[in-house]
């Protein structure tokens, strides 16, 4: 089993920036890939940024150059670098890591731009 735990959500005005700290443990030598979804009010779980196997990044287009993965030297915590938030960032935001067998999820913290 893997568990995940965020922090860093919080409210934010519009133009300031958060950072999103992910925590995994347990077997975590099973994780392959890891990322962030986000889910607003009313829409789908979405993608925003993740870890390829490979290392590589990939993006949400609405917020390529505005956010940032990143992960420490151990690989067990995931950052989310988010600036230049907009009211449209407004979501739950969820962990995810996708394992040999299945994929797992955090419990998600919330992300409120408002001014």
């Known amino acids: 089993q893997v568990q995940l735990v965020e922090s860093g959500g919080g409210l934010v005005q519009p133009g300031g920036s958060l950072r999103l700290s992910c925590a995994a443990s347990?077997?975590?030598?099973?994780?392959?890939?890891r990322g962030w979804y986000r889910q607003a009010p009313g829409k789908e779980r979405e993608l925003v940024a993740t870890f390829t196997s490979g290392g590589s990044t990939n993006y949400a287009d609405s917020v390529k150059g505005r956010f940032t993965i990143s992960r420490d030297n151990t690989k067990t915590t995931v950052y989310l670098q988010m600036n230049s938030l907009k009211p449209e960032d407004t979501a739950v935001y969820y962990c995810h890591a996708v394992g040999t067998i299945r994929e797992y999820w955090g419990q998600g913290t919330q992300v409120t731009v408002s001014s």
């Open positions: 347990g077997n975590i030598f099973r994780i392959n890939r």
